[in-house]
């Protein structure tokens, strides 16, 4: 797996913090347009608007009217001009053309064509203003019938629920924002050095590509005086003028790098699965961290983890019957010494406590268990098939469980 890979978690998160971002701001789009349409609904006065379409039907009516009749005079003065202009004749009759009868037909077509354009200008105007009034009218009975139509107290009960939803949607982001902060944190030393280590290997397949053109141009100099300017080139670039020197010792830092970019790579992306990781129960094997080596230390390496634990986790504590006799107490004991704010089982007598973590921590699947068997013969639970049980080590008096991410002086 690559690095690309390794770092799909984080653009997951990203991705759902704007997504949460996005929806937020459209539901606040909506609650805006809510409070402005009731708004106008309370402001909308049918009786007014009623007014407005009864006043705009006279309107109508009138302009009807007055494009009926517009239109008889339109077509008139078409006809007297059509009449007209049948009795001018060509200008290629010049001893016709210049009579004072032409002349006057001439003039006459001239005021008849100007009265018609005039009065088609009208008659165009009256018929979009009864364009706008029909529209206007029909827009008025839209409203009110909207307004009938409205259901205020839906709508009112919606722009209540709207506020809830927008700051869960915003706390819930404010949550994840956190979370991404806290895993970006924890991961920014490894990410910063595996850039480093990316950058550093770019810069050497470059200088080796740059050697290549010295050693190629150095082959095809045509004197030695030319092949002094290139080492002398080279020297001043890396230090060195020869650039087969150059070519393998960058080549031998590569592979160092190639070597160890894809374990830092494996390394980000076990941090990411750690950190990724939702921990609701941890169930503790009780019995295996009252062991350091092959060396009985009783309670002491629990007790240590249950403080820097806190209440980071819901925490259960799991027994083997056989505490009780190791401990020289009983179970209430036993549970005294872990406090009460601790879940503290111990299996029955003579009974491992195996099978009981097993079986609380397949309940939920968000529970893990902390042991270092390995319930090998216990493969159909479902924690053991999904891989939730975490390691300790208990060495030099201190415990050490790195999935939890705890180092504790015991």
Same mark, same amino acid.
């Given at each position: 797996?690559?690095?690309?890979?390794?770092?799909?978690?984080?653009?997951? #998160?990203?991705?759902? &913090?704007?997504?949460?971002?996005?929806?937020?701001?459209? %539901?606040?789009?909506?609650?805006?347009e809510?409070?402005?349409?009731?708004?106008?609904?309370?402001?909308f006065?049918p009786?007014i608007?009623?007014?407005?379409?009864?006043? &705009?039907?006279?309107? =109508?009516? +009138?302009?009807?009217?007055?494009?009926?009749?517009?239109?008889?005079?339109?077509?008139?003065?078409?006809? #007297?001009?059509?009449?007209?202009?049948?009795?001018?004749?060509?200008?290629?009759?010049?001893?016709?053309?210049?009579?004072?009868?032409?002349?006057?037909?001439?003039?006459?077509?001239?005021? &008849?064509?100007?009265?018609?354009?005039?009065?088609?200008?009208?008659?165009?105007?009256?018929?979009?203003?009864?364009?706008?009034?029909?529209?206007d009218?029909?827009?008025?009975?839209?409203?009110?019938?909207?307004h009938?139509?409205?259901? %205020?107290?839906?709508?009112?009960?919606?722009? %209540?629920?709207?506020?809830?939803?927008?700051?869960?949607?915003?706390?819930a982001r =404010?949550?994840?924002?956190?979370?991404?902060?806290?895993?970006?944190?924890?991961?920014?030393?490894?990410?910063?050095?595996? +850039?480093?280590?990316?950058?550093?290997?770019?810069?050497?397949?470059?200088?080796i590509?740059?050697a290549?053109?010295f050693?190629?141009?150095?082959?095809?100099?045509?004197?030695?005086?030319? /092949?002094?300017?290139?080492?002398e080139?080279?020297?001043?670039?890396f230090?060195?003028? !020869?650039?087969?020197?150059?070519?393998?010792? #960058?080549?031998?830092?590569?592979?160092s %790098?190639?070597?160890?970019?894809?374990?830092?790579? /494996?390394?980000?992306?076990?941090?990411?699965?750690?950190?990724?990781?939702?921990?609701?129960?941890?169930?503790?094997?009780?019995?295996?961290?009252?062991?350091?080596?092959?060396?009985?230390?009783?309670?002491?390496?629990?007790?240590?983890?249950?403080?820097?634990?806190?209440?980071?986790?819901?925490?259960?504590?799991?027994?083997?019957?056989?505490? /009780?006799?190791?401990l020289?107490?009983?179970?209430q004991?036993?549970?005294?010494?872990?406090?009460?704010?601790?879940?503290?089982?111990? =299996?029955?007598?003579?009974?491992?406590?195996?099978?009981?973590l097993?079986?609380?921590?397949?309940?939920?699947?968000?529970?893990?268990?902390? !042991?270092?068997?390995?319930?090998?013969?216990?493969?159909?639970?479902?924690?053991?098939?999904?891989?939730?049980?975490?390691?300790?080590?208990?060495?030099?008096?201190?415990?050490?469980?790195?999935?939890?991410d705890?180092?504790?002086?015991?």
């Amino acid at each position: 797996m690559n690095s690309i890979d390794a770092l799909e978690p984080l653009r997951r #998160r990203r991705s759902r &913090l704007e997504s949460l971002a996005d929806h937020a701001k459209a %539901l606040e789009r909506r609650r805006n347009e809510l409070q402005r349409t009731i708004a106008d609904y309370k402001a909308f006065q049918p009786e007014i608007e009623k007014d407005k379409i009864a006043n &705009l039907e006279v309107t =109508a009516t +009138d302009l009807s009217r007055q494009i009926a009749n517009q239109e008889v005079n339109t077509a008139n003065l078409d006809h #007297r001009l059509q009449g007209v202009n049948a009795a001018k004749v060509s200008p290629l009759l010049v001893w016709v053309y210049f009579t004072a009868a032409q002349k006057q037909i001439r003039s006459e077509a001239s005021l &008849l064509a100007g009265k018609l354009s005039s009065a088609k200008q009208k008659l165009s105007t009256k018929k979009e203003a009864l364009f706008k009034a029909r529209a206007d009218i029909s827009a008025a009975k839209k409203r009110i019938l909207d307004h009938a139509q409205f259901d %205020l107290n839906e709508s009112e009960q919606r722009l %209540l629920s709207l506020g809830p939803e927008i700051e869960r949607l915003k706390a819930a982001r =404010a949550t994840d924002n956190a979370e991404l902060v806290r895993i970006e944190t924890k991961i920014r030393p490894h990410t910063q050095e595996l +850039d480093r280590l990316k950058s550093e290997l770019a810069t050497l397949s470059a200088d080796i590509a740059r050697a290549d053109r010295f050693e190629q141009e150095l082959s095809s100099a045509p004197n030695s005086y030319e /092949r002094a300017m290139i080492h002398e080139e080279c020297e001043e670039k890396f230090g060195t003028g !020869s650039p087969k020197q150059v070519i393998n010792a #960058r080549r031998r830092k590569i592979r160092s %790098l190639e070597n160890n970019i894809p374990k830092l790579e /494996r390394r980000v992306r076990d941090e990411l699965q750690k950190l990724e990781r939702t921990i609701g129960h941890l169930l503790i094997d009780g019995n295996n961290v009252c062991y350091e080596g092959q060396s009985f230390i009783g309670l002491r390496a629990i007790s240590a983890l249950l403080r820097e634990l806190g209440d980071r986790y819901k925490t259960t504590v799991v027994f083997d019957g056989s505490i /009780r006799a190791m401990l020289k107490t009983d179970t209430q004991g036993v549970e005294r010494a872990l406090g009460a704010s601790v879940n503290t089982h111990v =299996a029955p007598s003579k009974t491992a406590a195996d099978e009981y973590l097993l079986k609380l921590a397949d309940q939920d699947n968000s529970a893990y268990i902390l !042991s270092n068997d390995r319930f090998a013969e216990y493969g159909d639970y479902n924690v053991v098939k999904s891989d939730r049980v975490f390691r300790f080590l208990i060495a030099d008096g201190k415990f050490m469980a790195n999935d939890i991410d705890i180092s504790v002086n015991v």
